[in-house]
């Protein structure tokens, strides 16, 4: 990094979070507004670091119900069965339903678990203050936040999996309790990374340029 890469913050200047205009802050303790869209205006979004870690506590909390609890439950003519993902991963598994029991199981069971622990990651080196592999680091935020824009494919897959258990005559098929812990996963996970300023990757190293001149 040259010194004349400056941030904005460093100028002492606001980029707005959703045009990109730059401008000066205002003046005081308030918060300015964007003259460009009206967006609240600050150098880095607030409580940032706390605000992330709450949405991902929570996220972890829920996933632990979500693959605990049944997210389905199938009523058959023989009786009714409840099944954790896990445990419709391996129903789902035979010489034809291999490729649908494989998408449940990256999209429900690796994508968010991967999600929750490359955040804890960023969170734990942005608070360490850590200089090394920003550009590796803000790749992955990129990418967790790509895969956030995909998460609805979860609801596809089990709704596709209602359906397809559905088609079987004399069988019905409910939503568990699980679910609704899945749900609340997927929903708090894409808060998480909405909530976490990648920017901050690059505060600790702007911070050593200016200490050591
Ligand atoms: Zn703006």
Redesign the pocket.
């Known amino acids: 990094m040259s010194a004349t890469a400056a941030s904005a913050m460093q100028v002492g200047l606001q980029s707005?979070?959703?045009?990109?205009?730059l401008s000066r802050p205002a003046a005081g303790a308030e918060f300015g507004r964007?003259?460009?869209?009206?967006?609240t205006?600050a150098f880095r979004k607030p409580a940032s670091l706390q605000r992330t870690w709450a949405y991902l506590i929570a996220a972890a909390v829920c996933y632990i119900p979500a693959n605990l609890l049944p997210v389905l439950n199938t009523t058959t003519a023989t009786g009714s069965e409840s099944d954790t993902i896990l445990q419709g991963v391996v129903l789902l598994w035979s010489p034809t339903g291999w490729p649908l029991s494989l998408i449940v199981l990256i999209a429900s069971i690796m994508i968010p678990s991967a999600k929750i622990l490359a955040l804890g990651y960023l969170l734990i080196t942005v608070q360490r203050g850590s200089v090394r592999n920003n550009a590796e680091r803000l790749k992955l935020y990129r990418t967790v936040e790509f895969i956030g824009r995909w998460s609805m494919v979860d609801v596809f897959v089990d709704t596709f999996t209602a359906a397809l258990i559905q088609l079987q005559p004399l069988m019905s098929v409910e939503p568990g309790p699980g679910l609704f812990f899945f749900a609340a996963v997927v929903v708090l996970t894409m808060l998480a990374v909405e909530s976490f300023d990648p920017r901050l990757i690059w505060d600790a190293t702007n911070l050593q340029e200016v200490e050591n001149g």
Not at 16 to 21: D, K, Q
Not at 34 to 39: A, E, I, M, S, V
């Open positions: 707005c979070g959703s045009c990109g205009l964007c003259p460009r869209c009206d967006k205006l």
